[in-house]
C-alpha cells in the first residue's frame, strides 16, 4: 500500500511554492520555484513533471490554490486558469483539489464548469487562518508582485477578485520584486536634493532590496527592467538611470543610501494603507512576525522558508481542518 502525502501548492504568476506533509501532517519538504509563468508557461509544466516522478510511489493528495491566471500571455484569467488546472490534470499524480473564493475545494471536473470560483483564491485562506487566529486582527503579506491586507471578517463577496479589493485597498498592487520605481515614486532626495525621477521601466523595487541585501537573488530567476539578472552591479545600474544618472561606484554610498530612502517609501505606502484599513489606528496596533505561530515541522527544515511557503502550508491545514 502506497504511503501517504498531502501536497499544499500556491500557483502564483512568479513563483510556485509547494508543501508536503506526511500522514501525521509533519512538514516532510518545501519547495520553491521561481517560474515566470507570463514569459513561459512550459517551464510550469516541466515543473509539475518533475515533482510527479519525486513522488510517484505515493498516494498524493493535492490541494492548489492560483494567482497567476491574471498573467499577460493568457487572453483573459479565464483561459489563465483552463490551462493551469489542465496541466496538473495531465501532469500531477494522486487526487487534484482546487481552492474556490466560496472556501470549498472541488475536482478538476467541477473547477472546469466553475472556473471565476478559482480566480485569486489564495488570500481567502489566508483571511480563514487570520478568522482562527488570537495572536493578531491583521496580516499583511507582502509578496513580489503585490501586498494583501487581510483582516478578522473581512467581507469575502465584497472582496470577491483583484479589481474590488483594489478599489477597496485590501490590495496593493506592488511588491519587493517586480514592481517598477517609476510606479510609485515621482520625486526622490539624492544626495540632500530632490529631484523628478525617470518615468520610464528603468529599474523595479527588486533593486531597492537587492542592494540593500534585504532578498539574496542568487537562486532566483528574476530579470530587472533591462533583461539582466539581479546583480549587485546590474541593480546600482538600473537605479542610477532611475534619476537620469550612469552608475559611478564612487558614488556607490550615496546609491546604497537612495535604496534605503526608497525603501522607507515603499513602507510608508503599506502603513498608509493600513492606517486606512484600521480606521487611523495606526499607531495603536502592535506588530508580530507570523513566524511566532507555530506550526509542526521537521527540524531539517529551515523555518524561516516555511513561512515564505505558507499558503501553501494553508492549502492542505485548511482543507483537513488541522490548524
Known amino acids: 500500500m502506497k504511503a501517504k502525502l ?10 510556485i511554492k509547494i508543501t508536503v506533509f506526511n500522514s501525521n501532517f509533519v512538514i516532510q519538504n518545501i519547495y520553491f520555484k521561481n517560474i515566470n509563468i507570463w514569459r513561459n508557461f512550459k517551464n510550469l509544466n516541466l515543473f509539475l513533471m518533475k515533482i510527479s516522478s519525486l513522488y510517484y510511489e505515493y498516494n498524493l493528495h493535492n ?16 483561459m489563465g486558469i483552463k490551462l493551469i488546472i489542465t496541466s496538473f490534470n495531465n501532469y500531477i499524480n494522486g487526487k487534484n483539489l482546487f481552492y474556490t473564493n466560496a472556501d470549498t475545494y472541488i475536482s478538476y471536473y467541477e473547477a472546469t464548469k466553475n472556473i471565476e470560483k478559482l480566480f485569486s483564491s489564495n ?18 503579506d507582502i509578496g513580489s508582485t503585490t501586498t494583501d491586507f ?26 519587493v520584486v ?27 523595487t527588486g533593486d531597492i532590496f537587492n542592494i540593500i ?20 552591479l546590474n541593480s546600482y545600474i538600473r537605479i542610477a538611470r532611475f534619476i537620469g544618472l550612469d552608475f559611478n561606484t564612487d558614488d556607490q554610498f550615496f546609491f546604497n543610501k537612495l535604496s534605503l530612502y526608497l525603501k522607507k517609501l515603499f513602507m510608508k ?4 494603507n493600513i492606517n486606512y484599513l484600521s480606521n487611523g489606528k495606526l499607531d ?16 531539517e527544515i529551515n523555518i524561516n522558508f516555511i513561512y515564505k511557503n505558507f499558503t501553501s502550508a494553508l492549502a492542505v491545514l485548511h482543507a483537513l481542518k488541522k490548524y
Open 123 to 140: 488570500w481567502i485562506l489566508s483571511s480563514k487562518f487570520t478568522n482562527q487566529s488570537k495572536d493578531f486582527n491583521y496580516l499583511i
Open 213 to 232: 541585501g534585504d532578498i539574496d537573488f542568487t537562486s532566483l530567476d528574476y530579470k530587472g527592467a533591462d533583461k539582466k539578472n539581479f546583480s549587485k
Open 63 to 78: 490541494y492548489i490554490t492560483i494567482t497567476a491566471e491574471s498573467c499577460d500571455n493568457f487572453k483573459n484569467r479565464e
Open 150 to 175: 487581510i483582516y478578522k471578517n473581512i467581507d469575502i463577496k465584497s472582496n470577491i477578485n483583484d479589481h474590488s479589493r483594489l478599489k477597496n485597498r485590501t490590495l496593493f498592487y506592488a511588491g
Open 269 to 272: 505606502k503599506i502603513f498608509y
Open 178 to 204: 517586480r514592481t517598477p520605481l517609476a510606479s510609485l515614486f515621482n520625486e526622490v532626495i539624492y544626495k540632500s536634493y530632490k529631484i523628478q525621477t525617470v518615468n520610464e521601466f528603468f529599474a523595479s
Open 6 to 15: 498531502y501536497l499544499g501548492w500556491d500557483i502564483g504568476g512568479a513563483n
Open 284 to 299: 495603536k496596533l502592535k506588530y508580530i512576525e507570523l513566524s511566532n505561530k507555530k506550526i509542526s515541522f521537521n527540524k
